[in-house]
């Protein structure tokens, strides 16, 4: 029987961090280990279970994060890119697991966190099991409808708070349909639509950005071809299916050798 992983929530005073920290008290084979805030932050010392609404969990919140990776297996990190790359020299050090949900990465620092070594990495924008679904089925759709017959957008709504646009998940999106076309993303994305923008062109990957209130994450792929649309569409109702996700990550991880993964590698849809 596989041992209990002991788990350190990054960012535990987040909205993901306290969803983690509720799914750790009740979840089976992995459990809360420490729980890290932002240095200085009025919340160290007092127990995050108060925080999280499940009570009494006997681990406090500290913003030690080296000393919280004592006796670790892994971290569960939905932060900020300066964060994640801070933790990961800890987890590439120490060999453990580290679920990187964080969004918003630069290309170098994407390029930082693949040239890693030592870590076991599962890294998603989103690490929802429908989501990852789409993504495969994207690929599929874009082969089937290709870009001088179908135009594809990608649609994507969030809360209010978010800070990054588009979404990491709409970009996995795009990645996706250009994986399926066999193109570049980067030469084929319109992001932006303002004015006169003259006629669409051939071949691109819109991109649509809405934001407002406390909405977890709406994400839809249209392909318009004449006389017919066809779209996927996912939503998330709750943010538990982003911790259930990371969770399942982080137990398929803790039996693979250091490299970085995808979440298609944890669902068995791809080999990386």
Known sequence: MDKVMKLVVLGASGRMGQRLLQSLVKAQGACLHAAVVRPGSSLVGRDCGELAGVGTTGVYFSDDLSGSLEGADGVLDFTQPEVTLQCL???????????????????????????????RIVKSGNMSVGVRLLGVLAEIAARVLPGEDW??????????????????TALMIGEAVASGRQVDLNNHAVRVRDGLTGAREQGTIGFATLRGGSLVGDHSLI???????????????????????????ARWASHQPAGLYSMQAVLGLAAT
Request: proline share 3%.
């Open 151 to 168: 135009d594809a957008e990608v649609l994507e709504m969030h809360h209010r708070h978010k800070v990054d646009a588009p979404s990491g």
């Open 89 to 119: 020299e800890h987890t590439a050090a120490r060999g453990l697991v580290h679920i990187i949900g964080t969004t918003g990465f630069s290309p170098e620092q994407e390029e930082r966190i693949a040239a890693s070594r030592g870590a």
């Open 223 to 249: 392909f318009a071809g004449d006389g017919e649309i066809f779209t996927l569409t996912h939503q998330a109702l709750d943010r538990q299916v982003f911790t259930r996700g990371a969770l399942r990550a």
